[in-house]
């Protein structure tokens, strides 16, 4: 399985993006979640948000929450993370991950759950 992301960029304070991730390979079945990291400068890697792939349940960081919506279109496995109202804190090197097996429910925002990550985009929000 390989992770594509993309839609990073340079935004003022109080605007949007929109953050993509493209999954090829063997992603069929129903197990499994989806789901967004960041990583800010001298920061450890953080979640931020998470879709689970049977029923669409999805879970965010109290950071981001009202702010920020995971979403999927399975037809074209893609993965998305809308951001709105966006923060100078928010500035950081935006993760996909995927995980295609059962995992525990509480361990859905851990890193070490996911199996395949992208190479990250870049999202700077300017004050």
């Known amino acids: 399985v390989q992770l594509q992301a993309s839609g990073g960029g340079l935004v003022q304070a109080g605007g949007s993006l929109r953050l993509s991730c493209v999954a090829s390979?063997?992603?069929?079945?129903?197990?499994?979640?989806q789901g967004w990291f960041r990583q800010a400068p001298g920061k450890e890697r953080e979640f931020v948000a998470a879709i689970r792939r049977s029923g669409g349940s999805t879970y965010y960081a109290d950071s981001v929450k009202g702010r920020f919506t995971i979403s999927r279109d399975n037809a074209k496995n893609t993965l998305y993370l809308q951001m709105n109202s966006l923060k100078p804190e928010d500035t950081a090197v935006y993760y996909c991950?995927?995980?295609?097996?059962?995992?525990?429910?509480?361990?859905?925002?851990?890193?070490?759950?996911?199996?395949?990550w992208g190479q990250g985009t870049q999202v700077t929000v300017s004050s």
């Open positions: 991950a995927a995980v295609y097996r059962p995992i525990i429910l509480a361990t859905i925002e851990a890193e070490d759950s996911y199996d395949y």
């Open positions: 390979g063997r992603t069929f079945g129903t197990y499994g979640s």
